[in-house]
């Protein structure tokens, strides 16, 4: 569906050639880099997420792999967070300045710190579980 959505995106803002007044297709052809690095970066966090699901499949939650998914997808969430402050930075320098990007960039920015502070917060988490699980074990 992702792939669908920004396909269909870049064909609208630069295949059909729509009037070039429209702010839409304007947005688009001025920020496709940006939107693509984005959808790049969240098809990355769905891919260790989707490692994680599998590790909870085996019955695995506790395990190093996922406390590294969980380190990963903070890694693409700071990614995200610096392609936003490059993108305000670019905005900046060109003179584009204007109030619903910017605070709907800046909201974006803010929703990805807490996504990164949960994530590394969650890969501490079962890592401490991993190693608590590693020591029952050596008990037994």
Same mark, same amino acid.
Request: aromatic residues 20%.
């Given at each position: 569906?992702?792939? $669908?959505?920004?396909?269909?995106?870049?064909?609208?803002?630069?295949?059909?050639?729509?009037? *070039?007044?429209?702010?839409?297709?304007?947005? +688009?052809? @001025?920020?496709?880099?940006?939107?693509?690095?984005?959808?790049?970066?969240?098809? $990355?966090?769905?891919?260790?997420?989707?490692?994680?699901?599998?590790?909870?499949?085996?019955?695995?939650?506790?395990?190093?792999?996922? $406390?590294?998914?969980?380190?990963?997808?903070?890694?693409?969430?700071?990614?995200?967070?610096?392609? *936003?402050?490059? @993108?305000?930075?670019?905005?900046?320098?060109?003179?584009?300045?204007? +109030?619903?990007?910017?605070?709907?960039?800046? +909201?974006?920015?803010?929703?990805?710190?807490?996504?990164?502070? +949960?994530? *590394? $917060?969650?890969?501490?988490?079962?890592?401490?579980? *991993?190693?608590?699980?590693?020591?029952?074990?050596?008990?037994?």
């Amino acid at each position: 569906l992702g792939l $669908a959505f920004f396909g269909s995106a870049t064909v609208y803002g630069f295949f059909f050639r729509p009037d *070039y007044n429209d702010p839409i297709p304007d947005y +688009l052809r @001025r920020n496709i880099v940006f939107i693509w690095i984005t959808a790049i970066l969240c098809f $990355a966090i769905l891919f260790f997420f989707w490692k994680i699901v599998c590790e909870i499949a085996k019955d695995n939650s506790f395990s190093m792999e996922n $406390a590294k998914s969980f380190k990963c997808m903070g890694i693409c969430g700071v990614l995200i967070i610096i392609e *936003y402050l490059a @993108r305000i930075l670019i905005w900046f320098i060109k003179g584009e300045i204007y +109030l619903v990007p910017i605070s709907y960039t800046l +909201l974006k920015i803010f929703v990805f710190i807490i996504f990164v502070i +949960l994530c *590394y $917060a969650m890969s501490k988490l079962v890592q401490n579980a *991993y190693e608590i699980k590693q020591e029952n074990e050596l008990t037994i």
